[in-house]
């Protein structure tokens, strides 16, 4: 298998086939099949980078190194020292910096500058890969979930290799990563120590925290785009609703990004939650009724109250989208299983209505949500998929005997 594309290459093959004024031509297209194919290990290891290496250190220090494809790069004391501050405060591998540091040359010719501004230029070029890697795929998913008026043909095969990918654990993958980016680590923001400000490619000083802040809201769109390419495994859901209490914990008001970050996680649910129970059949059982284990967890994690209000408010919103599913999977299953079930399904529908209308749940996710500056000025289109999804939660709710009977 050829290696993956750079970031960089595959962003603008994406782009010129997914976002043209145009169709892609039968060239693009098969371009674009091929990088997505040939990205395909990239994806899986999403952001994952080899690591720190004792022989690849030692062979920095002694000022030589070899790279792929490429004869051996001698490297100065500022080379060496800038390498390894890298590796130290990215958790890169050593010679994977050396790299950094050849093509950062290669755009802004490093001769004569400052150490901090090598190193701010390297830093910055990591973190634009990054981000083309991360663009690159919420284009594909966006590509399938919404109707752009794109080839029914060239979606079908684009979703068939994002499913494969999901399959394979993309989503887990995602979900890792929304936690363990926001954390003061070298995987993360980066260490108190470290170097606060990069480099980006106009040469602005940008503060790290914010590109990571970035990343994690990109991805956090991708994994609502994602409840509608794969269904979420029953672990996953666990996670994503365990991620959304630790995002609601840290919600700063005057934050946009952080909020959005959250709305992101949260909607992931709701969608999961809502488009399972609209496409269930008695062929196909719904994620709560093809694992009774899981039906049951679930159900007791979401009822557990928090005396932290606003996790108790996002909760709030999961907790609709619950009763929902198991409102409109429950006459399905009651047909199939047994009358002890379908009284249990009851029973766990009257107490989630129950503390939803007490605490009075429809005014968080109006005030605190809908309204907000950050969910109006979050990205279009996944506005356009949170408002269609809340708007099924709604009508669903609404036209169900249950609830009106509450």
């Not at 795929?137 to 590509?143: A, G, K, P, T």
């Amino acid at each position: 298998m050829p290696p993956p594309p750079p970031p960089r290459e595959l962003l603008a093959v994406v782009e010129a086939a997914l976002l043209g004024p145009s169709p892609p031509s039968p060239a693009q297209r098969v371009e674009l099949l091929h990088a997505v194919r040939d990205a395909a290990p990239a994806f899986r290891a999403l952001l994952s980078y080899p690591g720190p290496k004792a022989s690849d250190r030692t062979q920095v220090e002694a000022k030589e190194v070899r790279l792929p494809d490429m004869p051996p790069i001698t490297l100065d004391d500022t080379d060496v020292q800038t390498a390894l501050k890298l590796s130290d405060e990215l958790n890169l591998n050593e010679i994977e910096c050396v790299r950094l540091l050849v093509d950062a040359n290669r755009e802004w010719v490093l001769y004569g500058r400052e150490p901090l501004e090598i190193y701010r230029l390297a830093a910055g070029l990591w973190y634009m890969e990054r981000r083309d890697l991360i663009t690159s795929l919420y284009i594909l998913l966006r590509s399938v979930v919404l109707d752009q008026g794109l080839d029914a043909d060239l979606m079908y095969e684009i979703q068939n290799q994002m499913e494969a990918l999901f399959i394979e654990g993309l989503g887990q993958r995602i979900i890792t990563l929304v936690k363990e980016l926001n954390r003061e680590e070298s995987t993360g923001v980066g260490q108190p120590s470290s170097e606060h400000y990069v480099l980006d490619f106009r040469g602005a000083l940008v503060e790290r925290r914010a590109i990571v802040s970035r990343e994690r809201l990109s991805l956090s769109h991708c994994l609502a785009l994602s409840a509608l390419i794969k269904l979420m495994s029953p672990r996953e859901v666990k996670d994503v609703f365990s991620l959304l209490k630790d995002c609601a914990a840290e919600v700063n008001e005057n934050s946009s990004v952080e909020l959005q970050i959250t709305y992101g996680v949260l909607f992931s649910l709701v969608v999961t939650f809502v488009s399972d129970a609209l496409s269930t059949s008695h062929e196909k059982p719904s994620l709560s009724s093809s694992d009774s284990s899981f039906r049951r967890d679930f159900h007791e994690l979401v009822m557990r109250s928090d005396n932290n209000l606003t996790i108790e408010g996002f909760v709030g919103v999961v907790r609709l989208a619950w009763a929902v599913h198991l409102m409109l999977t429950q006459d399905r299953s009651s047909a199939r299983d047994t009358l002890t079930s379908s009284s249990r399904d009851v029973t766990d529908i009257w107490a989630c209505l129950e503390i939803i209308c007490r605490q009075n749940s429809f005014q968080f996710l109006q005030e605190r949500i809908m309204q907000t500056a950050a969910y109006k000025n979050d990205d279009e289109d996944i506005v356009y998929m949170y408002t269609g999804y809340m708007h099924k939660l709604m009508m669903c709710f609404l036209s169900h005997p249950t609830s009106r009977d509450k």
